[in-house]
């Protein structure tokens, strides 16, 4: 049996414990370090927020964040746009769809960042080749997403407008879009996550500006500090972007429950 | 006086659903005597399926007692048959494993031969047979819920709770099923209680047919059903006796089902 | 309900005009890539002929080498990471209350993009096998834990409660009810897992390595040997259809009881 009050009072139990758990992996990272495990190989936490208090300082994070985020946001637009285009046509004419699938299904079982050297030869090694890669990566996710959303619209839906006298067109603005809105949404959300890593992955490999730059760049001087940094950059934007997607999605799509 | 096999004494049940307060069951009390047929009938979300889970030990009531057989209901009870209104059928098993599954567990451990045989006839009894090898993602409804019945008949519990058990089931595969219901329980001396929103299908199966209020659930009306063991189903329903009944029962259930919510 | 919009009334080719629709749209890409190349003189798209000779020229040289190579980082990181993620998953998704402490931590390192530790593994464990082994062994385990920690919170507690009423004892409850509901999740996972080894092997090698895939690309890079560049890129699509191929039988045959059928491209 349980009231109010003690169903609050165990949230805030969990709400300690969880807390608990996030200062001990921290203190046990602090004093592992140096003594369990040699301090250049681990670091600890302190030197990484120095780290990152002195990148903030000399402006250095700023320059780097905005390159990802340019890069991001280039190759997301471009691969999202790009993808759901495809991906109605293909939808739309599924005979397109069977003839062309086992291309795109081969092309999509490359590890696509095995392509970022030749971008880098084609585009260069400025943002355009990593845009480029991110572009790819996201054309297909949304192009997946889009088809199926588009296959998955119940026919009965279309067939009772028509009887009703709607023209095609009618038909794809008031059932087919709306319908396929939730899986575009899912594919966004789902690239998002591939978009970041590609991009971060991306300028680790070959590139002189990012977080993924300076996560290498950090570990080819031993900089291990450097390194946990980035990737301690490089998540508070996961979740960034995780939460400002999820209030957006949340807002649009009531009518799904 | 033989002891009553269920007994529920001024039972409440409360759900706590995000902070609302919901009363299911109000002041409950029921006895359910050895070998004895109650039907409980009521509009939807008036607590029969919560009585259901009393008696089977799922939940604890509020206030009040629960006894199975004299004594205090704790935790899953074990000497009583559950089918579900909602099957939970494991998915990922066959028809045949699904059905099989009690006589696997160690504390009945029936040896393989036997469980086959057994499982086979017991498919034969509720119309599966050839259905062996499916999974229950391939089997319409009524064909799960037949799959269901069959798991809680194969190891002959002493007692049956059914919850709309042939809701979904077509008209003569539902009357086959009242026949077989009676002769099985009359000649096991089963105690069963049996939850439908049925009324013609609570007055025929039952001794005892108990009408529910619309939540909070309490007990309306009680009556015997004068009909007697040797009760012919499918007949039944065109004697003189049973219109009268129906329609004396009818009138309490009818003020509570406009009053009715779904849960 | 879900209606497949195209294949109805007709509207669906024959297998057989499919098939030839698609050999012909395969040759003429070749065609054109040829032409292509021979217009341009090949310096950005090289030809199918010159990839096509490279590709030989490797095969008579050491690409075994360099595809077994990556292999066996795939399997043996797989080999680790597979069934620490699982038992990890298990163990503690049974327990709710130290599942939900641990959720902030959990989610932490699930925002982790493990592919870009991997400069860090290499300069925790330098050249060879090791880093891009235990790359792909930490990408599966995080994989394959997240995916079991939430199928076994998810297990339809109806389902043990019938079990718990038959007289099943906690441990049968476990076998024959949590453990298989939990095979959903885990194939997810597998699923996922499977593609994503070879994409964290590829990475491994790309960024150092003498042997692999990844090293056969970044090295062909280095010397602009384009055709070098596609032939690689070739192998490691072949490999990649293959590993994918794999990941769908699997999880066909494991989960051959679900009515639905997932979309082919869905993950966690």
Redesign the interface.
């Known amino acids: 049996?349980?009231?109010?009050p003690s169903?609050d009072r165990s949230g805030l139990l969990?709400l300690a414990?969880?807390v608990?758990?996030?200062l001990l992996?921290l203190a046990a990272w602090y004093f592992a370090s140096g003594t369990l495990v040699k301090k250049f190989?681990l670091s600890d936490p302190i030197s990484v927020a120095q780290t990152i208090a002195a990148w903030i300082r000399d402006g250095s994070l700023w320059q780097h964040l905005v390159v990802t985020l340019q890069t991001l946001l280039f190759g997301y637009g471009i691969g999202a746009v790009c993808g759901i285009a495809a991906g109605l046509a293909f939808?739309v004419f599924?005979?397109v769809?069977?003839?062309?699938s086992?291309?795109i299904?081969?092309?999509?079982?490359?590890?696509k960042?095995?392509?970022?050297?030749?971008f880098?030869?084609?585009l260069g090694i400025g943002i355009a080749s990593k845009v480029a890669l991110v572009a790819v990566v996201v054309f297909?996710?949304l192009l997946?997403?889009t088809r199926?959303g588009?296959?998955?619209?119940?026919?009965?839906l279309g067939a009772v407008l028509r009887l009703m006298g709607a023209g095609q067109m009618e038909i794809n603005r008031k059932v087919l879009i709306p319908a396929t809105l939730p899986w575009v949404y899912t594919g966004l959300r789902?690239a998002t996550g591939y978009a970041?890593?590609t991009t971060?992955?991306g300028e680790?490999?070959s590139s002189n500006r990012g977080l993924?730059f300076l996560?290498?760049s950090?570990?080819?001087r031993?900089d291990?500090a450097g390194?946990f940094a980035a990737?301690v950059v490089?998540?508070a934007l996961?979740?960034l972007i995780?939460g400002v997607l999820g209030r957006f999605e949340a807002a649009s799509s009531r009518w799904r429950s | 006086m033989t002891r009553n096999v269920i007994e529920l004494e001024h039972v409440s049940k409360e759900f706590d659903a995000r902070g609302v307060k919901v009363l299911a069951l109000d002041t409950i009390d029921l006895a359910v005597a050895p070998e004895e047929f109650v039907a409980l009938v009521g509009p939807s979300g008036c607590g029969k399926s919560t009585v259901l889970n009393l008696v089977a030990g799922l939940l604890p009531p509020t206030s009040g007692a629960v006894r199975y057989d004299g004594a205090p209901v704790q935790g899953a009870n074990r000497r009583v048959g559950y089918m579900t209104q909602k099957d939970t059928l494991l998915p990922w098993r066959t028809v045949e494993d699904n059905i099989g599954i009690a006589l696997e567990l160690k504390c009945r451990a029936v040896p393989a031969r036997e469980r086959r045989e057994r499982v086979q006839a017991m498919m034969d009894f509720v119309g599966l047979t050839g259905f062996a090898r499916h999974y229950p993602g391939e089997l319409s409804g009524g064909m799960r819920k037949r799959a269901a019945l069959a798991r809680m008949l194969i190891y002959e519990p002493e007692t049956f709770l059914l919850d709309e058990p042939f809701g979904a089931l077509d008209a003569q595969l539902k009357l086959i099923m009242h026949q077989e219901l009676l002769r099985m329980t009359r000649a096991r001396r089963l105690t069963v209680v049996f939850v439908t929103h049925d009324l013609a299908e609570a007055i025929t199966l039952a001794d005892r047919v108990a009408v529910f209020t619309a939540r909070p659930g309490k007990i309306r009306a009680v009556r015997q059903i004068p009909f007697g063991r040797e009760r012919d189903a499918v007949h039944l329903r065109f004697l003189p006796e049973f219109g009268a009944l129906h329609e004396e029962l009818w009138d309490e259930l009818k003020d509570e089902v406009g009053k009715g919510t779904e849960t | 309900m879900r209606v497949n919009r195209g294949c109805s009334e007709g509207n669906c080719l024959s297998e057989r005009t499919t098939w030839l629709l698609r050999a012909i749209l395969g040759l003429a890409l070749i065609a054109a890539w040829e032409a292509f190349g021979a217009f341009t003189g090949g310096t950005w798209t090289s030809k199918p002929s010159l990839i096509a000779v490279r590709l030989v020229q490797w095969a008579q040289r050491d690409l075994a080498w360099h595809v077994a190579t990556t292999l066996q980082e795939i399997v043996v990181g797989l080999a680790i990471g597979v069934p620490l993620g699982i038992a990890l998953g298990i163990v503690l998704g049974r327990a709710p209350i130290t599942a939900k402490i641990l959720r902030p931590l959990i989610l932490t390192l699930n925002s982790i993009p493990v592919v870009a530790l991997a400069p860090l593994l290499i300069m925790w464990f330098g050249l060879g096998l090791q880093p891009k082994i235990v790359l792909v062994a930490l990408a599966s385990f995080l994989l394959l834990f997240f995916n079991t920690f939430a199928g076994a919170q998810a297990v339809d507690r109806d389902m043990i409660s019938a079990l718990e009423l038959m007289g099943a004892s906690a441990r049968e409850r476990f076998q024959k009810a949590v453990l298989p509901g939990c095979t959903t999740w885990i194939m997810g996972g597998l699923r996922n897992a499977l593609p994503y080894a070879l994409i964290g092997a590829t990475v491994g090698e790309m960024m150092l390595a003498r042997n692999g895939l990844g090293y056969l690309i970044s090295n062909a890079a280095g010397q602009f040997d384009m055709a070098g560049i596609y032939a690689a890129l070739v192998v490691l699509m072949i490999l990649g259809i293959i590993v994918n191929e794999l990941a769908n039988r699997l999880e066909g045959w494991l989960l051959r009881w679900r009515p639905v059928a997932a979309p082919a491209w869905s993950n966690m």
């Open positions: 049996m349980t009231t109010a169903r969990i414990g969880q608990l758990v996030i992996v190989i939808g599924p005979r769809d069977s003839v062309v086992p291309y299904v081969a092309i999509y079982a490359l590890p960042i095995a392509l970022l050297p030749l880098v030869i084609l297909f996710i997946f997403s199926d588009v296959r998955d619209v119940d026919a009965d789902v970041l890593t971060v992955v680790a490999l993924g996560i290498e950090s570990s080819v031993f291990s390194v990737i490089v998540v996961s979740f995780t």
